[in-house]
């Protein structure tokens, strides 16, 4: 009997043990949330969208993640890649992203899932040439005795320029960033991809679908046009040629119109739900607490109440261009010169190494819209004149940057608290 007690109370402590919740930063990971996922934790929604990805995964469909934007549609495809290695999909995986977000995508993926490889391609045609040997390397992922291929990230314009030798690369997901790119059926990145062989497909797009048939055709002949292979039948379903006959008497479109076509469009996103999910951010419980805004009022510095007075007495030229000469005379020590030249005229500035500065005859100082200037004075005075080191070659930057503003002044306190 004590033996089977102590088997009873030993048995209690590994399921306590094995019920034991995962922490990172002090919140409570989900156990639906991928163990290859270790750099942050998703959201309820995000695991509902995350989840609804993989059941398309498993019954071979093709799909929009449509979410608003912010809600983290990145998250949830590298948590999709995550789960995909998991189930033994080795790869690889293809991110096609406009070249503005390539940077981000390679981090988030680093971030969130440091275990599994990605690769930037991009660059010229010899590097090209050179990260195509990669693309299907696989690696062992040691701490979970997987391996996998990587997530390949590339632009549309690589897409365009890489002469088809990505077609058979054996992908087994590919997804197409900024998916509304895609609504017109004719343009050349659509072509390019469907000749692309790919188990699998996804559209990301944080933007509402298109109010127009033939541009929501477009994404849905992409992913299955074995279903959407005909513009003028999907048109007919939702009888939008009978509306438009209807109404083509008119010179102008009516209001009914409108709302007869919005009410197909909303039954058509209701029928489209097994393979479209959008949420938006009025939708989503983030449990954070409501944003407190503080005023701190920042008085001006003597400096800037100078250069305050001299703006609305239209005496600031005069000012600066006293700083100059005093300035001058003082050695060159620190020659302040107006900002807003530096700009406009940057040929009177030369960058050999001679660290010359041709002296112009008046400073040249615009006061057009003197309420920009008061702002900016109000803001920081080196956003009117900006002290530059004794060479002339850079701008200034000590102590004076923050005991001549106000504003910085109040902030370096705030730190130093």
Request: charged letters at 25%; hydrophobic letters at 35%.
């Amino acid at each position: 009997m004590t033996t089977n007690g102590k088997n009873q109370r030993s048995s209690t402590k590994e399921e306590e043990v094995v019920r034991k919740p995962k922490i990172f930063q002090g919140y409570e990971v989900p156990d639906e949330q991928p163990l290859l996922v270790k750099g942050g934790v998703l959201r309820n929604y995000q695991i509902k969208g995350f989840q609804w990805m993989c059941s398309l995964w498993e019954n071979g469909i093709n799909g929009i993640l449509a979410d608003e934007m912010g809600l983290g549609k990145t998250l949830q495809t590298i948590s999709l890649f995550a789960h995909l290695v998991e189930m033994g999909v080795e790869g690889p995986f293809l991110v096609v992203a406009p070249l503005s977000t390539l940077l981000n995508w390679v981090s988030e993926i680093q971030r969130f899932t440091p275990d599994l490889p990605v690769l930037l391609f991009h660059g010229n045609k010899k590097k090209r040439a050179q990260l195509s040997r990669k693309v299907r390397e696989a690696f062992t992922i040691r701490e979970a005795g997987l391996t996998a291929r990587p997530i390949v990230v590339t632009s549309y314009e690589i897409i365009l320029n890489s002469g088809g030798s990505f077609r058979n690369a054996g992908w087994k997901y590919i997804v197409v960033d900024e998916g509304h790119r895609l609504k017109n059926n004719n343009c050349r990145l659509v072509r390019e991809l469907r000749l692309y062989v790919t188990a699998n497909k996804l559209l990301l797009t944080g933007t509402p679908l298109q109010n127009n048939l033939a541009e929501l055709w477009s994404l849905l002949n992409f992913l299955m046009p074995e279903i959407f292979n005909d513009l003028s039948m999907f048109q007919s379903w939702f009888s939008v040629e009978q509306l438009e006959q209807g109404n083509s008497s008119s010179c102008t479109k009516s209001p009914q119109m409108g709302d007869r076509e919005l009410q197909i469009l909303t039954t058509l996103h209701e029928i489209l739900s097994p393979f479209l999910l959008r949420r938006i951010k009025s939708d989503i419980d983030y449990k954070i607490p409501p944003k407190k805004e503080i005023l701190v009022y920042c008085p001006m510095t003597e400096h800037q109440k100078t250069m305050y007075k001299a703006t609305l007495e239209k005496t600031i030229k005069e000012l600066l261009e006293k700083d100059v000469s005093k300035n001058k005379k003082e050695e060159e020590e620190s020659l302040v010169l107006n900002y807003n030249r530096r700009e406009e005229a940057p040929e009177r500035y030369t960058t050999d190494d001679s660290n010359t500065y041709n002296e112009p005859s008046d400073l040249n100082y615009s006061m057009r819209n003197r309420t920009m200037d008061l702002r900016k004075v109000t803001n920081h005075p080196y956003l009117v004149e900006y002290p530059l080191t004794e060479d002339g070659m850079y701008y200034r930057s000590d102590q004076d940057m923050i005991d001549l503003c106000g504003k910085l002044k109040v902030l370096d306190q705030l730190l130093g608290n």
